[in-house]
T-cell receptor, first 110, second 114 residues
């Protein structure tokens, strides 16, 4: 049981490039989330999903898109990366009260 | 979701109990209190949650006042590995329409000293 995994762990992008972050969970959870965390701050919700094929905006959705084609996967896309998107990105999943978090992806946009 | 207020930082001695306060004076009757912690650079980790009764698990105890306007997370015997940022979050419980979202504030940075 791997829990929540994230790919990649680190990435450096140039401004304007695109990329996709992958989150996978093997716990059969309905709900999945993408957060970002800037230095010295708490996590902020980007997008979330309450089930396969459904997504919704969180607190800071601009500049990001998501897809949940399979229940176990939640993808976060950056179409045109900007330096303001330099952050650590965390994925999480839940079936009830407890959210399980992945180890994070550290993204730098130069 | 109700807002929470936590002290920005606190120190505690290794082996002693650590008592982390959280104020949530605007909490509603159907909102739970959740505690998570984040050890440096790692993803947050769930600790405990409660509605109105005190709760205990293998990690910690949660004491909620009778009026539910504040709570205390107790780490009974703090170790160096408990050094982390602790987040108190208030949220409506498991509710599909609300998306079971968490809103993180600044948390309390806890430093356990030898």
């Amino acid at each position: 049981n791997a829990g929540v995994t994230q790919t990649p762990k680190f990435r450096v992008l140039k401004t304007g490039q695109s990329m996709t972050l992958l989150c996978a969970q093997d716990m059969n959870h309905e709900y999945m989330y993408w957060y970002r965390q800037d230095p010295g701050m708490g996590l902020r919700l980007i997008h979330y999903s309450v089930g396969e094929g459904t997504t919704a905006k969180g607190e800071v959705p601009d500049g990001y898109n998501v897809s949940r084609l399979k229940k176990q996967n939640f993808l976060l896309g950056l179409e045109s990366a900007a330096p303001s998107q330099t952050s650590v990105y965390f994925c999480a999943s839940t079936l009830g009260h407890e959210q399980y978090f992945g180890p994070g992806t550290r993204l730098t946009v130069t | 979701d109700a807002k929470t207020t936590q002290p920005p930082s606190m120190d505690c001695a290794e082996g002693r109990a650590a008592n982390l306060p959280c104020n949530h004076s605007t909490i509603s009757g159907n909102e739970y209190v959740y505690w998570y912690r984040q050890i440096h650079s790692q993803g947050p980790q769930y600790i405990i949650h409660g509605l109105k009764n005190n709760e205990t698990n293998e990690m910690a105890s949660l004491i909620i006042t009778e009026d539910r306007k504040s709570s205390t997370l107790i780490l009974p015997h703090a170790t160096l590995r408990d050094t982390a940022v602790y987040y108190c979050i208030v949220r409506v419980g498991y509710l599909r329409a609300a998306g079971n979202k968490l809103t993180f504030g600044g948390g309390t940075r806890v430093l356990v000293k030898p």
